[in-house]
T-cell receptor, first 114, second 114 residues
Framework: DVKVTQSSRYLVKRTGEKVFLECVQDMDHENMFWYRQDPGLGLRLIYFSYDVKMKEKGDIPEGYSVSREKKERFSLILESASTNQTSMYLC?????????????FGSGTRLTVV | AQSVTQPDIHITVSEGASLELRCNYSYGATPYLFWYVQSPGQGLQLLLKYFSGDTLVQGIKGFEAEFKRSQSSFNLRKPSVHWSDAAEYFCAVGADNYGQNFVFGPGTRLSVLP
């Protein structure tokens, strides 16, 4: 069964900490995405990557950065965590040329910043 | 650019009743259309998809959806709802086969009464 795996289901971090959220996919997908999900705001795209070392800003990139050193791994970095970054974070992947199959999502990481 | 609306924020139905969740999209050509389901605390799971052919598509968990070009709609239906269907449902639109630039609707939360 193909998978997108997010390393943590729940995280609690302190304000000002540097936080790493990790996502790994085993489908050899070119595209990977980071979304945050908040009640009433739906899914908002933070960043996406279409190839190793390539990235594009999404709708809300401020306060975040990403890293994609290997095709299967896409990391989201909160440089200095703040309480307004408390949210559910979802990673997804998709294949170029197979957009008809949609995105495959991970189970999510619920991050609480205190 | 494409856009998606889901007019109903929250719907409550009784177990065993029929269900229809609405999705309207805006796009100049025939888009790739998807419905996802998200159980509490989980990631999004693909229910079904449409990109061409028969306008009535079948998905997992007994769901179906009908593409109506004239109404720019892709409504999700289920003849008899089970308590386990309580979740949030997202409609999504893709414009091409690159697997990027999907737009997600705001979601409809489904509650099921016993």
């Amino acid at each position: 069964d193909v998978k997108v795996t997010q390393s943590s289901r729940y995280l609690v971090k302190r304000t000002g900490e540097k936080v790493f959220l990790e996502c790994v996919q085993d489908m050899d997908h070119e595209n990977m995405f980071w979304y945050r999900q908040d009640p009433g705001l739906g899914l908002r795209l933070i960043y996406f990557s279409y190839d190793v070392k390539m990235k594009e800003k999404g709708d809300i990139p401020e306060g975040y950065s990403v890293s994609r050193e290997k095709k299967e791994r896409f990391s989201l970095i909160l440089e200095s965590a703040s309480t307004n970054q408390t949210s559910m974070y979802l990673c997804a992947s998709s294949s170029v040329g197979q957009g008809v199959y949609g995105y495959t999502f991970g189970s999510g990481t619920r991050l609480t910043v205190v | 650019a494409q856009s998606v609306t889901q007019p109903d924020i929250h719907i409550t139905v009784s177990e065993g009743a029929s269900l229809e969740l609405r999705c309207n999209y805006s796009y100049g050509a025939t888009p790739y259309l998807f419905w996802y389901v998200q159980s509490p605390g989980q990631g999004l799971q693909l229910l079904l998809k449409y990109f061409s052919g028969d306008t009535l598509v079948q998905g997992i968990k007994g769901f179906e959806a009908e593409f109506k070009r004239s109404q720019s709609s892709f409504n999700l239906r289920k003849p008899s709802v089970h308590w386990s269907d309580a979740a949030e449902y997202f409609c999504a639109v893709g414009a091409d086969n690159y697997g990027q630039n999907f737009v997600f609707g705001p979601g409809t939360r489904l509650s099921v009464l016993p």
